[in-house]
């Protein structure tokens, strides 16, 4: 283990993951985290899924809880939140992951429960989750709230939902860093890009019908930079960056980590 967050404790929201090849964006998060001397509360729907994040990192010596959680209703993220307390007596660092995409489409073919199902976890989980984490964070006159948001939000097509989703948690996330700021605490927000990750791999596959192999291939050839898409351990190790206080002067700022892809304009 290296020393970065150590003596810090960590709430991971969607500390599981989608069922895959390859690792998640929380999972990965999470482990890296508990790498560098934090203890970690392993937020997800799924019990199970946090567990095995869990049994990761007690097998290289870390220290986790997990703590079974929808972000979409508040009385289970304020559960959360004293939990973490209630456990490792301080919350030092938030970092929301829980996001969803299916059923998304363009205007006129986007059905109204797929945005309001859109909407409620991506943006609304994310509010609840800050919501309920800053009161012990401004009383301990410190904190870092990492939200993951995508690049989706400025060059996405066709994914009306989920685009004025992730839209909506830039916008959130730099309300409540100006709001926060003189509490202490850091609000940042990290945009991937095209990742190799389960959700997008897995569920791509399988929402369009298209083979594996292919989706991937697709993908890597819309990354600018050598290499094609990034993974999980990419967004893991910048959430570490704005977690640890090597970024203590960073607040109200949007990360794009995503091999140039959005940086795609003129």
């Known amino acids: 283990m290296a020393e970065r967050l150590q003596g810090k404790v960590a709430i991971v929201a969607g500390a599981g993951q989608t069922p895959g090849e390859t690792i998640g964006n ?3 998060t999470a482990i890296t985290f508990a790498r560098e001397g934090a203890r970690v509360l392993l937020v997800d729907r799924r019990l199970d899924s946090a567990e095995e994040t869990q049994a990761m ?3 290289e010596g870390g220290e986790a809880t997990a703590c079974e959680a929808d972000v979409t209703i508040a009385e289970d993220c304020a559960r959360f939140a004293k939990t973490c307390m209630d456990t490792y007596g301080r ?5 929301t992951n829980v996001g969803i995409g299916g ?17 409620n976890v991506n943006l609304k989980g994310m509010f609840l989750s800050c919501k309920h984490v800053m009161p012990y964070m401004a009383a301990q ?3 870092v709230i990492i939200n993951i948001s995508s690049v989706a939000a400025v060059c996405a097509v066709n994914m009306l939902a ?8 830039n916008a959130l996330s730099h309300s409540i860093a100006m709001g926060a700021a003189g509490k202490g605490v850091r609000v940042n927000v990290i945009m991937p890009g095209l990742m190799n990750t389960p959700m997008a791999i897995e569920g791509l596959s399988e929402a369009r019908g298209i083979p594996r192999e292919e989706l991937i291939r697709q993908r890597n050839e819309r990354v600018p930079l050598k290499g094609g898409m990034g993974s999980a351990w990419d967004i893991a ?3 570490l960056f704005m977690a640890s206080d090597e970024a203590k002067f960073i607040t109200g700022v949007c990360l794009a980590v995503d091999g140039g ?6």
């Open 57 to 59: 990192i007690a097998d």
């Open 91 to 95: 919350i030092d660092i938030l970092h």
């Open 261 to 266: 892809q959005s940086a795609q304009i003129g």
């Open 141 to 143: 006159g410190s904190g």
């Open 103 to 119: 059923g998304d489409r363009g205007l006129i073919n986007l059905e109204e429960e797929h945005w309001d199902a859109i909407l």
């Open 237 to 239: 190790h910048a959430a």
């Open 26 to 28: 929380g999972r990965a």
């Open 162 to 169: 989920y685009k004025t989703s992730k839209a909506g948690v």
